[in-house]
């Protein structure tokens, strides 16, 4: 009798821890993952700058080096050099965003439009929209499952304050994201869809970063590749590369005949 209720006991325990592997997961349940795959939520809130460096490319004949820069509270920077020129863009975290783009026309650096301004304030939130999504007014719901390059994905769309809509795919084993899909606005003022995805992820001093990103209309080959070449965590960053980028330099004097 002993043994009866022992193995009836044991057999309600199984099908109970069989149920709770099953239950689905939660929003919160996926977006605590992808955060400890990145390296934990209360050690990514600790980070204060970040610097990115590498090379991007668009093609085989445009490719130069890159620098990216972030700063809390949603300071940021970039600059790039391409066939001897370089575009800059840059936010001071507030409501002032500047580019200079000499492949656009631009021979001074230019205030952003509004639109503009925010999308370059999404970029500049280093942490992403998972940490802490509600205190940004962020939105997020698991929508199903999807395969991205061969690997079970969960996909998860994320709304922003403003309404935007983005689509973030992540690993259904390691929670690390391998897909990002979006509309970006051209310079024609026409918004486009593109996606990225993410690879080659590695540890840098216990955070998880992707080091190589490709991009570029939905089933089309990709037209963007950046290759990081460096992830640095609290470098010292100077507030005045927030601001104004400077003025191109002027283009050297014609050779006397």
């Known amino acids: 009798m002993r043994i009866r209720a022992a193995a009836c006991l044991f057999f309600a325990a199984a099908v109970a821890v069989a149920a709770a592997s099953a239950a689905p997961q939660t929003v919160d349940d996926v977006v605590a993952k992808i955060l400890d795959a990145r390296g934990g939520a209360?050690?990514?809130?600790a980070i204060q700058t970040e610097r990115v460096i590498g090379r991007i490319s668009f093609g085989a004949d445009a490719e130069g080096p890159f620098l990216?820069?972030?700063k809390r509270?949603?300071?940021?920077h970039m600059h790039l050099e391409m066939l001897g020129r370089r575009v800059y863009r840059?936010?001071?975290g507030k409501a002032a965003g500047w580019t200079l783009n000499p492949f656009a026309g631009d021979t001074e650096p230019r205030?952003?439009?509004a639109d503009e301004v925010k999308d370059i304030a999404e970029e500049a939130d280093f942490d992403g929209p998972f940490l802490d999504y509600r205190a940004k007014g962020i939105q997020i719901e698991l929508v199903g499952k999807d395969k991205v390059e061969d690997k079970e994905a969960l996909r998860?769309?994320?709304t922003s304050k403003s309404g935007d809509v983005r689509f973030y795919l992540a690993d259904?084993?390691?929670f690390q994201l391998l897909k990002w899909e979006g509309k970006r606005k051209g310079q024609n003022g026409q918004d486009f869809d593109i996606e990225s995805f993410f690879h080659d992820y590695r540890d840098v001093n216990g955070f998880k970063f992707a080091f190589e990103v490709l991009s570029g209309a939905p089933g089309q080959p990709p037209v963007?590749?950046?290759v990081v070449e460096k992830f640095e965590i609290d470098p010292a960053i100077d507030d005045a590369d927030f601001g104004k980028p400077p003025a191109p330099a002027p283009p050297p004097p014609a050779p006397k005949p």
């Open 42 to 45: 209360a050690k990514l809130r």
């Open 68 to 70: 990216v820069e972030f």
């Open 73 to 76: 509270p949603a300071k940021y």
């Open 90 to 92: 840059t936010f001071d």
């Open 111 to 113: 205030a952003m439009t």
């Open 156 to 158: 998860l769309k994320v």
């Open 172 to 174: 259904a084993a390691g």
């Open 224 to 226: 963007q590749k950046i």
